[in-house]
């Protein structure tokens, strides 16, 4: 029995062998540990599905104030951007002309009265004589035809006081409407009306102002379907919010649609009426800036004043012209599915979510994602209630591949809570409508 390796008949080929898988052998590596995450179960919650709009707003009345008399600019009598009332007096045009006028009519006037004053007393005159045979009844029907033209010119002269009387009416110009008026378009001294009616400035009604935008067809044939129509008894509401503002506080009502839809864009164009109520704005403060240009602060002294001081501090949130994000709130929607907007990922195919399964298995689930909510994305359609999906750790999940799940997210149980009501109020939807409005 051969008793060392010498003794051993092995092939010289596989002593290196032997001696490499004999002398470096090592443990296999160990297997990587699922990555963590954390996991969150989508909520139900009755929710207003709502749908939101681009929309202008516009002046209820617009009217451009222009000269109708001929003559020199004498009085600007407002200033520009302030609120005027209607009546309120804003220009004066150069009166002496047209005053001068009045008074040759009303003088036109008494000579046409004392004409008709003698004609009648000469027809009494001859209606006596004609019965004592001392005129002819020629000359009674020339007394009366006198007294007639007499009477004419007194009629004539009447209408000339009244055209006087509305010439001189266009030297002093009023406002038609309230609202808020441009700058004037003219300085005093100018000559204006000569030839043309000069546009002398404009004004535009502020409260309450117009929102228009446009609309699908479906939304149109949902309201109709519901019996919702302009001037209704159960009109369309709309929430409407600036660019710079937090949800739609502006509240108001549909009061037009258009009589047609759109064939080329499937739309129609409706009109809603917003309330736009002066509000205080806030006080202006002389900056660091302005006080090292030369301006000193005045202590403000107590006065009587005060609250026409604040009154000027008055200001309107909506004007015409500025583009407003509008909202129509539709039919609440009981037991809608809700989960966190963060946990939705964007891909060339559309919207996802990363879901759990079974054996902690990740899988890549389209979904199609609705309004947000309190933070929360309202999914249509991909994910049922009590599924989970990955909520924090999106980077570390791979769909196809297992995870570890450290916790639910107690978020969730949040998302059930009601809303404070101040922010109800913000975010122009949680007023669900007596009847079904758009969807």
């Keep these: ?15 290196p062998l032997i001696l490499i898988f004999g002398c470096n052998s ?6 990587m540990k699922p990555p963590a995450v954390t996991v969150a179960e989508p909520v139900q919650k009755t929710v207003i599905f709502n749908q939101d709009f681009t929309g202008s707003l516009a002046s209820i009345a617009s009217v451009d104030i222009r000269a109708r008399a001929d003559g020199i600019l004498e009085k600007v009598l407002f200033k520009p951007s302030e609120e005027v009332k209607q009546g309120q007096l804003l220009f004066e045009i150069q009166r002496n002309q047209y005053q001068a006028t009045l008074d040759k009519a009303q003088a036109a006037l008494e000579a046409a009265n004392a004409q008709l004053i003698d004609a009648n007393a000469t027809l009494e005159r001859n209606l006596i ?3 004592k045979q001392a005129v002819t009844p020629q000359d009674v029907d020339d007394a009366r035809a006198d007294q007639e033209r007499a009477q004419a010119a007194v009629d004539g ?10 010439n001189l009416g266009y030297t002093r110009i009023s406002a038609p409407i309230a609202g808020s008026v441009s700058r004037n378009l003219v300085d005093a001294g100018n000559l204006v009306g000569s030839g043309e009616n000069t546009l002398l400035t404009t004004i535009v009604a502020m409260d309450p102002i117009y929102v228009y935008f446009d609309v699908s067809e479906r ?12 001037g209704g008894p159960n009109p369309i509401k709309v929430f409407v919010g600036l660019s710079n503002e937090e949800g739609y506080p502006h509240e108001g009502t549909v009061d037009f649609w258009n009589n047609k839809v759109d064939p080329g864009t499937g739309t129609i164009q409706l009109r809603a009426v917003i309330p736009n109520p002066e509000v205080s704005g806030p006080e202006v403060q002389d900056s660091d800036h302005t006080k090292s240009a030369g301006q000193q602060t005045k202590t ?5 004043n005060n609250e026409k001081d604040k009154n000027k501090n008055l200001r309107r949130l909506l004007y015409p012209g500025v583009y407003v994000r509008v909202r129509v709130p539709g039919n609440p929607i009981p037991g809608a599915v ?6 939705i990922g964007t891909d060339l195919a559309g919207k996802y979510l990363l879901v759990v399964g079974e054996k902690n298995m990740v899988e890549k689930r389209p979904v199609e994602i609705g309004q947000v909510e309190d933070n929360m994305r309202v999914i249509l359609k991909g994910i049922k209630p009590g599924e989970k999906y990955v909520y924090e750790g999106l980077q570390r999940a791979r769909p196809g591949r297992p995870v570890t799940i450290t916790n639910t997210s107690a978020s969730s149980e949040s998302a059930n809570q009601k809303p404070p009501a101040q922010a109800a109020a913000k975010a122009g939807a949680t007023k669900p409508d007596a009847e079904p409005s758009s969807k």
């Design 129 to 131: 004589l004609l019965k």
């Design 157 to 166: 002269a009447k209408a000339d006081i009244d055209q006087a009387k509305i």
């Design 1 to 15: 029995m051969p008793t060392c390796l010498s003794d051993l008949k092995i092939p010289g080929l596989l002593c």
């Design 219 to 230: 939304i149109l044939l949902n309201a109709l379907k519901n019996g919702r129509d302009p």
């Design 338 to 343: 809700l989960v966190h907007d963060v946990a």
């Design 300 to 304: 403000a002294a107590p006065d009587s």
């Design 26 to 31: 090592t443990p296999p590596p160990p297997q």
